[in-house]
């Protein structure tokens, strides 16, 4: 009787996966379709830039990103050995779409900066100590998960392994975003104090960096108390889902940051063309702030 309720409990959290995941992908798709006309003059008419080419990244990978997720939950017929092939790709996808996100965000810090030498440097060194603390970490220990049959047929397998990995490399990966976001805080308090409350531009620079910054913060934090927190059979999956979440509001938070920084400038340029730009500033690739 204990093992049918098992069994029992997990069809049920399996489902609510299924769902969440069902309801994660409709979002990401119904958003790309509200965006489309925004997407399609960003791509047309902005200057091509490594940070462009970022969130092309971001915007396009994502999408097959989901569609393997999607695949996966509602294939129950998948055979193991192509379940292991999806997820290790899946795994992969999601580490370079966050990299690439964090990416963007470090290029807009640097942008508020302007670019200055001793920052884009402290920032490229760091960035090389993250990425190489995370290799040492997936090279030292080595517990890759373990993929096993589902016992009923709501989804074709299921996820299990150590916990150790995940929350240490999300570690790494809270410290970058701290550093970004104390040098964004930084700049917008003192442009705050030497510019004063009426600054439209420093409107911009808060809605789009620190707001969005601190939304990538806390989520990448969520999945570290869950990892530790959660410790119930199927915590796994569940923790899987809030990776697979955070990637995704990752991917949708740069792109929404980009796109909005490269509108609000072209609607200044075309509005007061004599005046400064987020342009000029380096914020965004948009429309020359000449009249």
């Given at each position: 009787?204990?093992?049918l309720?098992?069994?029992?409990e ?15 992908t ?22 091509w ?10 915007r ?14 509602f294939?129950p ?14 795994t992969?996808?999601g ?14 810090v ?5 670019f200055?030498?001793?920052v ?16 040492v ?9 373990t ?23 999300y ?5 970058a975003?701290?550093q ?5 805080l ?8 030497h510019?004063g409350?009426?600054n ?23 999945v ?6 959660l ?7 569940i ?7 955070q ?17 609000a ?26 009249a």
């Amino acid at each position: 009787m204990s093992s049918l309720e098992n069994i029992l409990e997990l069809g049920w959290v399996l489902w609510g996966l299924n769902y969440a995941n069902m309801a994660v992908t409709t979002s990401w798709a119904y958003d790309s379709f509200l965006t489309l006309a925004d997407e399609v003059a960003f791509l047309t008419q902005s200057q091509w830039k490594l940070a462009k080419l970022l969130y092309i990244v971001c915007r396009y990978v994502t999408c097959g990103y989901l569609t393997l997720e999607m695949l996966v939950a509602f294939q129950p017929m998948m055979s193991i050995h192509m379940c292991q092939v999806i997820y290790s790709i899946n795994t992969y996808l999601g580490g370079f779409i966050v990299v690439c996100a964090e990416a963007v965000f470090l290029i807009r810090v640097c942008a508020i900066w302007g670019f200055r030498r001793s920052v884009v440097v402290l920032f490229s060194i760091s960035g090389l100590m993250y990425v190489t603390a995370a290799t040492v970490v997936l090279s030292i220990i080595r517990s890759p998960p373990t993929i096993t049959k589902s016992p009923i047929p709501v989804t074709s397998c299921l996820e299990t392994g150590s916990d150790k990995t995940i929350i240490i490399l999300y570690v790494i990966l809270v410290a970058a975003e701290i550093q970004i976001w104390v040098f964004a805080l930084y700049k917008v308090a003192a442009s705050y104090w030497h510019r004063g409350v009426r600054n439209r531009l420093l409107e911009q620079l808060i809605h789009h960096n620190m707001i969005y910054l601190t939304c990538g913060l806390v989520f990448s934090l969520g999945v570290i108390l869950t990892t530790a927190r959660l410790n119930v059979s199927y915590g796994f999956m569940i923790v899987r889902f809030l990776r697979n979440w955070q990637v995704t509001v990752h991917a949708f938070l740069v792109t929404k940051m980009y796109r909005g920084l490269w509108r609000a400038d072209r609607r200044r340029a075309l509005l007061e063309p004599d005046s400064f730009s987020l342009a000029t500033f380096h914020a965004a690739p948009g429309v020359s702030t000449q009249a």
